[in-house]
């Protein structure tokens, strides 16, 4: 209780309330009783979105936690009550994205149908957060959504005639193969700063030449062509779900392993 009789002293350990006290930092931003209303009370989950879609629109080598305070409209050292440190903050983005996975399919959903929109969720996740997208291969952490989602299918899988081993084995599969894939293909989306990937043939074909080099023979230039510049990303995504399905229904002639 002594430290609240000294409003002047705000420290880190008294961010629960943003709006600024009399004397402390910010007092003069109006923000108080008598000049405005008072600022809204942070929580850890508007914290980690904020620090998302400020990733989202200013790449992750732009974020810090004097940054992301200014953008919330307080002193950086008021976030240190919501994360411990930078390092937990990007963790905190991690569990942000995981947060936006939608609903499970519903009971009885053929796995087949089950594992295709696993797959496509994932990529959906990735391409709407390109910026943010590494921190779900670079940071050792798994969210309690991402395990509750994997918890769901592997019980779905189950109940198809899979085995717990082999259930986990083709969710990891899964898993490894839509974040690779979407990773790659966001990369490419970007293009290092020149803009979208183009829909035209004439402007796929300029990207194309832009990116192998100068001296290269005409049948890898021609090759280069069709391997970069011909790919349909949805139909080349579903291709490698549809051979992974393929393989599972294969094997010994049974519906699951």
Request: charged letters at 25%; hydrophobic letters at 40%.
């Amino acid at each position: 209780m002594a430290a609240r009789a000294r409003p002047a002293r705000t420290t880190a350990s008294e961010p629960e309330d943003d709006t600024p006290t009399a004397g402390g930092p910010g007092a003069g931003s109006g923000q108080s009783a008598d000049h405005g209303p008072a600022r809204q009370r942070l929580t850890r989950e508007k914290v980690l979105r904020a620090a998302l879609d400020f990733v989202d629109a200013n790449g992750l080598a732009a974020l810090s936690m004097h940054k992301l305070g200014a953008e919330l409209g307080v002193q950086g050292m008021s976030l240190y009550s919501h994360v411990a440190n930078k390092d937990a903050l990007l963790d905190g983005i991690v569990e942000a994205m995981a947060a936006e996975a939608g609903p499970p399919p519903a009971e009885g959903t053929d796995w087949r149908g089950a594992l295709r929109r696993l797959a496509g969720d994932i990529r959906a996740l990735i391409l709407r957060h390109p910026a943010a997208a590494p921190l779900l291969v670079s940071r050792q952490v798994m969210t309690t959504q991402q395990l509750e989602q994997v918890d769901h299918y592997t019980r779905l899988l189950i109940r198809q005639g899979f085995t717990e081993d082999r259930a986990v084995e083709v969710l990891r599969t899964l898993y490894g193969y839509a974040l690779g894939f979407a990773l790659v293909e966001a990369n490419l989306a970007a293009c290092g700063q020149r803009g979208p990937w183009p829909d035209g043939e004439l402007s796929r074909m300029r990207r194309v030449t832009e990116m192998v080099p100068r001296d290269a023979p005409d049948h890898l230039l021609r090759l280069a062509m069709m391997f970069c510049g011909q790919c349909d990303m949805d139909d080349q995504f579903n291709l490698g779900v549809d051979l992974m399905i393929r393989g599972l229904d294969g094997q010994n002639g049974e519906r699951g392993c």
